[in-house]
């Protein structure tokens, strides 16, 4: 759930884990778009994040807001982070803005070599 996965990222960026841990794999997981804002936690304060799975996570997508600050803030640490560079979809349904603004994110991202949606 959303609070389960807030509670794990507040546990890994609290200890030493955020300086090893190279791969976060949520894929299948029941999280939502209040979700995004952890994700972005992660991906700003991890030293050494190279690889995130999120496919098929239920309802992360699926019901982001248009003004959604959780997903922007996703969105730019997306495009700034440093470390990132295979990131896994799979299959997601979301709105027509959603997919252009997280294709957009992901062009500013020099680092990422493999992108699979």
Known sequence: TDLQFEELVE???ESNTRKTLRSLDVSRSDI?????HNLARLLNESEN??????CSSR?????????STSYESFLNALRSSETLKELHLGKIVCSEH????LQEAL?????LRNVEA
């Not at 994040?49 to 999120?54: G, K, M, V």
């Not at 309802?59 to 003004?67: P, T, Y």
């Not at 062009?107 to 680092?111: A, E, I, L, R």
């Open 32 to 36: 939502g778009p209040t979700s995004f």
């Open 107 to 111: 062009s500013y991202n020099t680092t």
């Open 98 to 101: 959603v997919y252009r603004s």
């Open 59 to 67: 309802g992360l997508f699926e019901s982001v807001n248009f003004d």
């Open 49 to 54: 994040l190279t690889e995130i799975a999120l």
């Open 11 to 13: 546990a890994l960026v």
